[in-house]
């Protein structure tokens, strides 16, 4: 149990951004879940996530463990661009999440992997079974799974020893002055903005991003984008430290609307190419996810 009072500095702010404050280590969504599950008085009496205090209010909070995540098996279309004994590679579409979590418990990846394949990877855990790396949400592209644990700890040993290829596409904003390049920053967690990481500190996770332009546009530049290592929203990240943030991504200053030009709903990123060691018996296996047609024809309209 929790116990305190609002401070007058507090007032006008809604009641879920004051908990959150006050509690860090809880997610917004837990907070807001245990307001609508009225484990959260305001003087004495239940209240809304959306409440605004005035400052003075006594808050009891009764926190919760949160129920026990386990992916089930769901119904849903894949497009396979890849399958052996060991591995599958699927081109996951923009919009959906990878597993379940933060909010998230159906309509994943791995709820449609489940009821493909049965069983895969437990490696990873019961929320995560048979993910080996995951895509941003608002990612489209080519993802592998591994459906043992054996396959699951040698892809996994490809991955941490950067011996897995990994090719992207992105639209950026601003024309890009160097026609090739790269970008060696470290990323970390935004200590200010908790759902964003940055590479504006100087310490962080070391972080590899190579590029090369492969067309220009008015306003934007085409590249193509290699990664040598796999930290959370790398490409995004360092795209737009050197200003030149992904056309869509307005969590890193992409504007959320482009004069002359239809919203585009989601980022434009693409997992384009991914090559790696089949497991099995080392052999080399390229596979390639093509740009969605959505992004084709959102860059050709406007080219």
């Not at 929790?2 to 908990?19: S, V």
């Not at 940055?198 to 991003?209: I, S």
């Not at 959320?256 to 997992?271: C, K």
């Amino acid at each position: 149990m929790a116990d305190f009072t609002a401070d007058r500095a507090e007032a006008g702010r809604r009641l879920d951004q004051i908990l959150h404050g006050r509690l860090p280590q809880y997610s917004r969504a837990r907070i807001q879940q245990w307001i609508r599950d009225g484990r959260v008085l305001v003087n004495g009496a239940a209240a809304r996530a959306s409440s605004l205090l005035r400052g003075g209010e006594s808050i009891e909070v009764e926190p919760a463990e949160p129920p026990r995540l386990r992916a089930e098996p769901e119904e849903i279309p894949l497009d396979i661009l890849y399958e052996d004994s060991d591995v599958v590679a699927v081109d996951k579409p923009a919009g959906m999440v990878v597993h379940a979590g933060a909010g998230v418990h159906s309509g994943t990846l791995v709820n449609a992997l489940l009821h493909r394949f049965g069983a895969l990877s437990a490696v990873a855990g019961e929320m995560r079974p048979g993910i080996v790396h995951r895509l941003d949400r608002y990612t489209s592209g080519v993802i592998l799974v591994a459906k043992n644990d054996a396959a699951h700890r040698k892809l996994a040993a490809q991955f941490s020893g950067r011996r897995v290829e990994k090719v992207y596409l992105a639209l950026v904003h601003g024309a890009v002055k160097q026609e090739s390049g790269a970008i060696d920053k470290p990323i970390t967690r935004d200590p200010i903005h908790r759902t964003r990481m940055t590479a504006r500190l100087h310490d962080g996770r070391p972080a590899h991003t190579e590029y090369r332009v492969t067309k220009r546009l008015a306003g934007f530049t085409f590249l193509e984008v290699k990664i040598g290592t796999g930290r959370t929203h790398q490409i995004r990240v360092h795209l737009a430290s050197i200003g030149h943030p992904v056309a869509g991504d307005t969590l890193y200053g992409a504007p959320a609307q482009v004069p002359g030009r239809a919203p585009l709903g989601r980022y434009f990123l693409h997992a384009h190419r991914i090559r790696f060691f089949r497991p099995a018996d080392g052999e080399t296996v390229t596979v390639i996810s093509p740009l969605p047609p959505e992004l084709a024809q959102w860059m050709a309209n406007y080219g």
